[in-house]
């Protein structure tokens, strides 16, 4: 196979290594690139540089940006004394999409597993002790995945939280909206049912 | 919104235009690029630019390589007197996959489609007749999709190449290697009805 090949091979190669594609989409995306050069697959090529060289973890609360603290954490209106804990940058990004958390967040970077060995020093458990006192916080909002580790994870922080006298809530746990019972497990069934509310 | 979350916005925005990603899997895919970013994201980059600036069509075939006519068009011992005419390059690289085929291949770059307006003149067609003269082909082999419009174009080439005194063959319809009937279109199955074999 000589060098042509070679380099679209490669390409569709590290495609393929994206999650969500395999390397029969790898192979679709890198054919519609190449057809869409100079609108897609140059300005792409440029974008990934640009974020590969700038972006970074916010060293305050491990959000990702370009500058050394995020947004969130410099703007002044939202120090509402309000900090909502999350595994990763993609779960701050969905809690930001629905727009109605005002405060400021604090991504762990995992959860605690004990069959990985990830205590709270590998995750940004200490930084979020030092930033409830820090930043005057009088509640933090755990909105970690229900998953075992997930709520493993909720427990302990809950339990460094309350010997400190900070609030500790989580988010509720119910059928979602537009949710059809039908199609929920059952944790989630007997969840919503034990937290029913009078109408 | 500042210039840090623009870029990453940027980013996702070019990701989810790629086939096969909306904006949920390009937002998950460049979090993980961020993540894999020495690994995964500069080479990512670096080779985008590369096929970018280097990937053109054969002038030959209509194949995508990265030089004036590609390795197929120029290895020798594939000039067998047969080529296989095919839609576009991705049915070109599905075909070399199998490894079946021996001969050069030509690429139509579509098919012909009255609605759209795309006639012989618009596809690789008329190239195609001077390269059955020029390269001495015995046998044109269509790799048509099964599609209406993909079977209307392989009628009309036939129709020409029939005039030139080439023998015209197209693959062979039928039951897919560990297809169940039960999953297969009617279409299908006739097909495979009317070109049953003695076993």
């Known amino acids: 196979m000589s060098n042509s090949t070679k380099d679209l091979d490669h390409l569709i190669e590290m495609m393929a290594k994206l999650p ?33 060289a700038t972006a970074r973890e916010c ?16 703007t002044e209106k939202r120090a509402n004394g309000e900090i909502c804990v999350v595994e990763d940058v993609a779960d701050l990004w969905a ?9 400021r967040y604090h991504v762990l970077g995992g959860t605690l597993s ?4 990830i205590g709270p020093e590998e995750l940004r ?7 409830v006192v820090g930043e005057q916080i ?8 229900a998953t075992i580790d997930g709520q493993t994870t909720a ?16 988010l509720a746990q119910g059928v ?3 949710g059809e019972l039908d199609y929920l497990d059952d944790g989630t069934i007997s969840a919503a049912l034990k937290a029913r509310k009078a109408i």
């Open 138 to 145: 009088s509640e933090v909002i755990l909105a970690l995945n």
């Open 59 to 74: 060293l305050n609360c491990g959000n990702i940006g370009t500058s050394d603290v995020c947004d969130i954490c410099t």
């Open 176 to 178: 979602p909206i537009g």
């Open 20 to 52: 969500g594609l395999g390397p029969r989409s790898a192979r679709r995306a890198v054919l519609h690139m190449i057809k869409k050069r100079a609108l897609l697959m140059v300005p792409l090529a440029d974008s990934l540089q640009h974020v590969a």
């Open 95 to 103: 809690m930001e999409r629905s727009g109605v958390f005002k405060g």
């Open 125 to 131: 458990i200490p930084k979020l002790m030092d930033r």
């Open 155 to 170: 427990h302990y922080i809950a339990g460094e939280l309350d010997r400190r006298g900070v609030t500790v809530t989580s």
């Open 114 to 117: 004990a069959l990985d060995a």
